[in-house]
């Protein structure tokens, strides 16, 4: 089947623009989480929903990240006023259940002029 | 504080050459611990995942093992086509847990034939 899918696949935007990723998870997996990941880093926790709701937020850095699920599926991660810090490749993983094994999407790479 | 530890960064095998690398990792209560691979511009591929010390997992040329410190991913007899990073990641229990994944930095191993 269809694995998890993340748009765009590739984002260039300028120091405080605003962007928007949007990740699609395997059909019927309940929990979503975003991850970052640092070029020769391991990914980083940022958020995870349970249904619709952000059941953890404490990854996320600072105010200016923001995500939302709101019908259970599709997922969109919100960055405003983007700073060169924030480039890096974010990742969306999906699992059935929560705790369950988490299958990874192909990321978007974000890069902040 | 969760943890986790890889070694080496980086190995170089020869084709055939069988060799170990390994995950040490601190968890107050370790849920599961889950090696994912990641190739080049693409999300982490999930491969084994282990829940108790002792426990083995094999695929292919790959086996993992765990003890209460660490994980061990033991590549017997590698082909070029097994160059990519590996991923060990911890998921911690906390009574409830989200279930996000704690990772290390990952070992790029390099195979040449």
């Known amino acids: 089947g269809a694995g998890v899918s993340q748009t765009p696949s590739n984002k260039v935007t300028e120091k405080g623009k605003y962007v928007e990723l949007r990740c699609d998870p395997i059909?019927?997996?309940?929990?979503l989480y975003w991850y970052r990941q640092s070029l020769g880093q391991g990914p980083e926790f940022l958020i995870y929903?349970?249904?619709?709701?952000?059941?953890?937020d404490s990854g996320l850095p600072n105010d200016r990240f923001f995500a939302v699920r709101p019908e259970g599926s599709v997922s969109t991660l919100k960055i405003q006023r983007t700073e060169r810090g924030d480039s890096a490749v974010y990742l969306c993983?999906?699992?059935?259940?929560?705790?369950?094994?988490?299958?990874f999407g192909p990321g978007t790479r974000l890069t902040v002029l | 504080e969760d943890q986790v530890t890889q070694s080496p960064e980086a190995l170089r095998l020869q084709e055939g050459e069988s060799s170990s690398l390994n995950c040490s990792y601190t968890v107050s209560g370790l849920r599961g611990l889950f090696w994912y691979r990641q190739d080049p511009g693409k999300g982490p591929e999930f491969l084994f995942t282990?829940?108790?010390a002792g426990e083995e997992k094999e695929k292919e040329r790959l086996k993992a093992t765990l003890t209460k410190k660490e994980s061990f991913l033991h590549i017997t007899a590698p082909k070029p086509e097994d160059s990519a990073t590996y991923l060990c990641a911890v998921q911690a229990y906390y009574g409830g847990s989200q279930g996000n994944l704690i990772f290390g930095k990952g070992t790029k191993l390099s195979v040449k034939p």
């Open positions: 282990l829940y108790s």
């Open positions: 059909s019927g997996h309940t929990a």
């Open positions: 929903f349970q249904g619709t709701g952000a059941a953890d």
């Open positions: 993983a999906s699992s059935l259940l929560p705790a369950d094994t988490q299958y």
